[in-house]
Each structure stands twice: as C-alpha cells, then as structure tokens.
C-alpha cells in the first residue's frame, strides 16, 4: 500500500511546470498539524453548506426506514445541536455553533445508537462509520453496537418489555440497514457477520414483521457481496487476458500491426461512450471506507497493530488507478506501433477527438488517461509525426487540464459537470467522473493536513465532516448508470489489448524516428541488447 501511494501521490502530470502544484492555505479551526512551515493542502475553508451535504447522502444507497415502525419525524435528527438542546445527550460531545466538531471515541459511538426517543441523522450515521475505522476496527465497532444495544436497551433479556422491544427493533434494523447498505465490504470479515447475526437474531425473535425485515437485510448484503465477489474474479480474467496477450505479441511483433483501436472502431464519440462504460462500472466497486483505508495509519492511542493489517484496504480504489494508467500506456502504444509516419499522426488526431468527446461527456479520467499518454516522452519526442498533426484541439484540451494554479481550469469544468448534474434531466447529463489521482490527492492532504486526535485526546470530528462531503460527492456520482449502449468489441479490446511497457514504448518510438543525441543513441543500443538478449 505505502509503494502504491508513493507512486500515485507521485505521478507525472503533463508539464505545465508555472506554479506549484498544491497550493498553500491556512486551516487552523480544523486541528492542523503544528509545522514551522506551511504545510501543502488542497482544501479551502470548511464548509457548512449542510444542505448539500444531505442531498448527496439522499441519492446515495439507502435503505429507507421500515414503513410505519420508524416515524423519524418524532424524534431529534438535529445532531447538530448541542446537549443542552436535546439529542443524544451522553457526555464526551462538544459543539461549535450548533456543530459538534468533537469527542471521545466513547461518545460518539453512543451518539450512533438510536434509543427509544433518539435515531442519529444520516450524516451522521456516514461520517461516523465512514471514519471511525481510523481509531477502531469495524468488527470491534459492530461488536460494541451489539453489546451495548444489547444492555442498554435490555434486548438480551427475555422477560424484556415487548413493547420497548417492539420500539427499539426498527430503529436498530434501520442503522444496520444503513450500515449494510453503505458499507457492505465491512462485512466480508466473518467477525462482522457473527455479530450482525447475533444482533438480528435477537431482534427477529419478537415479531413476525422484524423477521421478514432481517431476512430481506441479510438477503440484500448477500446479493451485494456476491456481486463484488463476481466483479473480482472477472478483473483477474481481464488482466490475465491482457498478459497473454502481451506475451503474444512480445514472440510475433508483426502481429502489432494487424489490428490496433482504428480497425476495431474510427468514431471516437462510441469510444468515448464505452471509455465511460468501463469508468462507471469500475467506479461503482469502490466502498467509500476505501478512500479512508487507503491512507489509516497506527492510532497513537492504539496499542495493537494498524487498524487494518488483516483487512484488504483498497484493492478496488487501486484497481480503478491501474485501469487509468493503463489507459495511458494503451493510447502511448497505439501511436507508436505505426511504422508510417501517417498513420501515426492520424491515430494521435483520433484520441485527441476522443479526448474531446469524454470531455463533453463529463469523462474527465479518461481525458486525462489519454491526455498523459500523449504526454508520455516516447510520443512526445516524435517530432516528424507531430508535425503532421493539427494540434489546435489539442491544445484547448491541454489547457483545461492544465495543473498550474491547482488544477484551476480543471477544478471549474468539474464545477460546471458537478452543477449540470444537479439539475439533469437526462441520464446523460448526470455524468461526472473526475480525475481520480487528483481526488485521491485531494483526500490525502485533508487528510495529512489535519490531526485526527486534538490535544486533549478527543476526535477531531469537525475534520470528518469534511472528509465526509467530499466522499459523499464521489458517491453521488459513482451511482450514476451508464447510458450508453454496449459495444463488447470495443470494450474487450480497451480492457485487454496489448499496452507496452516504458522501455517497449521507447524501442518502437526509436524505430519510427530515430534517436536525436547521443543519451537517446545510447538508450536505444541498451534497450535493443536488452531484447536481443531475451531472444
């Protein structure tokens, strides 16, 4: 995880090379860790725009509460008020202006527990949950869910009063149904699952209506971790293809030249539509704790091993990375395998339209995929084909993904996709996918740049409620269905095609125009011995 991390938060952009990339801003009302300089973040002020905050948790998936055993209305879903004010009353919670921006592990589990006059506000429910697996594990949280459900509200008892019972069953199905719904890879870890079926159990025994409720929860979290499971096995006979097929073409090199994207498909709007297909699809497996995981570190206040050890962080939000790098090496390969000239700067003309088309789509990774493909120096030294090029459109694309002033160009066409998508009224317009390494290094220096604990040893909650809006933006848009019809061809070609390495990239791109000074003489003799030798 540390050496994927390092090679994402230091990957090469296109070089603008104006003004930093990350730009500098001051934060001290969210904890920010103490340095004698300023510390790079990419984050303004925080916001309190609650409102929007709400609408993204609206869309996300969502069990709704159980018809006529949940009135949430009759209870406090303001968890923005302080103790004073009602709401979940248990000590260890600090407000700021109606904000709770703090508080003991302690109390902000009990604040997640609904009881007979109190369930938690949605947001809350997913800031928590979504954070709270930096300072303990989930099986260890949905351990004390259990327990302290269990002794609280006296579910373990039999001789309980049924009618506190029947009170208290709906509103615990809910935040299990919440939890399951949102995070349902928390349960691919059997401790989880026998507290979740301990927990149900219990509730189940009381009522037929409770009994259908738990059975449809465990149904549906099944139905969703056979899916993953699903997903899984079919990217391990994707990538196992696209090796085959590489080492197919590494013992004929002629067979490079038989087929390339231009003999599958020249309408670069259909490429751009399947591009989006594999973008959607690849974002919807990603869990939102993975954006946390990714970066979990040991809890200063935790004696045992990193929160996560034993648990696989972010194999999907890593998956997603190497389908963009990939695409990249897959465009850098396409333009280089031509032995004509003209044919090489007629396939760069093509991915410049399919750039320009994923831009128009709101397909801003793929863009960017193959805006940093073109950029790669084994195409971008090759001037004779380059020249052929007509580069205005290119340009334009280049200009809106420039990174000087932070992404600035980028970050207002995101924006614009981000508000077009609000107000859709076509599928097609609710698409937004953004250019992921930047959104991870966004995460990343929220992340770095704000201490999880405060002095005195509590959360710094009001750090997670940012961390919080911003994943919950991702989920809106990873919600999204594709809208474009399949083309299985076009699709089995991007996923498995063959996409040369860096020092293959560089012998075809000699071979098409040959080196220029000496390094590049000496670079090219190395790489053909190189492959000579592996004759």
Request: charged fraction near 25%; glycine fraction near 4%.
């Amino acid at each position: 995880m540390a050496k994927f991390l390092a090679e994402l938060l230091g990957c090469t952009l296109p070089d603008k090379g104006t003004q930093p990339l990350f730009e500098c801003r001051s934060q001290t009302r969210l904890g920010l860790r103490p340095s004698s300089k300023q510390r790079s973040t990419l984050f303004g002020t925080l916001s309190n725009d609650r409102a929007l905050f709400d609408h993204r948790l609206d869309i996300m998936p969502q069990t709704p509460p159980f018809t006529g055993q949940l009135n949430t209305s009759s209870y406090n879903k303001n968890l923005y008020q302080g103790k004073e004010e009602g709401g979940s009353s248990y000590p260890g919670l600090f407000y700021h202006d109606n904000n709770l921006v703090s508080g003991s592990l302690e109390a902000l589990i009990n604040h997640l527990l609904p009881t007979v006059d109190y369930y938690p506000d949605r947001t809350y429910i997913f800031t928590f949950l979504l954070s709270s697996r930096l300072f303990i594990r989930p099986f260890e949280l949905m351990s004390k869910v259990c327990h302290l459900c269990m002794e609280t509200q006296r579910l373990q008892d039999p001789h309980a009063d049924k009618m506190r019972v029947r009170k208290m069953a709906p509103k615990i199905l809910q935040l299990l149904a919440e939890w399951t719904e949102t995070f349902p890879y928390d349960f691919r870890d059997e401790r989880m699952m026998r507290s979740l079926k301990e927990l149900t159990h219990r509730l189940a025994s009381g009522d037929e209506v409770y009994r259908k409720a738990v059975g449809q929860l465990s149904s549906g979290l099944i139905r969703r971790l056979t899916v993953l499971g699903q997903y899984e096995e079919a990217l391990v006979k994707i990538n196992s293809t696209a090796t085959e097929r590489l080492s197919a073409l590494k013992a004929k090199p002629q067979a490079a030249t038989l087929r390339d994207m231009l003999s599958i498909c020249n309408d670069p709007f259909t490429v751009a539509q399947q591009l989006t297909h594999i973008e959607l699809e690849r974002l919807s497996y990603i869990g939102p704790e993975e954006f946390v995981q990714a970066f979990v570190q040991k809890d200063p206040l935790d004696n045992d091993k990193s929160c996560f050890s034993d648990h696989k962080k972010a194999a999907n939000l890593e998956a997603y990375v190497e389908w963009f790098n990939r695409l990249s090496y897959l465009v850098a390969t396409e333009i280089c395998m031509p032995v004509k000239k003209k044919h090489r700067a007629r396939v760069i003309e093509f991915f410049i339209d399919v750039a320009r088309e994923c831009f128009n789509i709101g397909n801003f990774n793929s863009l960017m995929a193959i805006i940093s493909g073109m950029n790669m120096s084994p195409v971008a030294r090759l001037k004779k084909t380059w020249s052929k090029v007509k580069t205005a459109k290119f340009d334009i694309l280049e200009h809106q993904m420039d990174p000087s002033s932070n992404f600035y160009n980028y970050r207002t066409s995101l924006r614009g996709a981000t508000q077009r998508s609000l107000t859709a009224n076509s599928s097609r317009e609710k698409i937004v996918i953004p250019f992921f390494s930047l959104l991870i290094k966004d995460l990343y220096f929220l992340n770095e740049g704000c201490v999880n604990r405060l002095q005195n040893g509590h959360i710094n909650f009001e750090k997670f409620w940012e961390l919080a809006k911003q994943v919950s933006e991702f989920m809106s848009w990873k919600k999204v269905e594709c809208p474009f019809d399949k083309d299985r061809k076009i699709l089995q070609y991007l996923l498995t095609a063959p996409a040369y390495t860096e020092d293959a990239l560089y012998l075809a791109s000699y071979e098409s125009e040959g080196p220029e000074n000496h390094m590049e003489k000496d670079r090219w003799k190395s790489l053909r011995s190189t492959l000579l030798s592996r004759v």
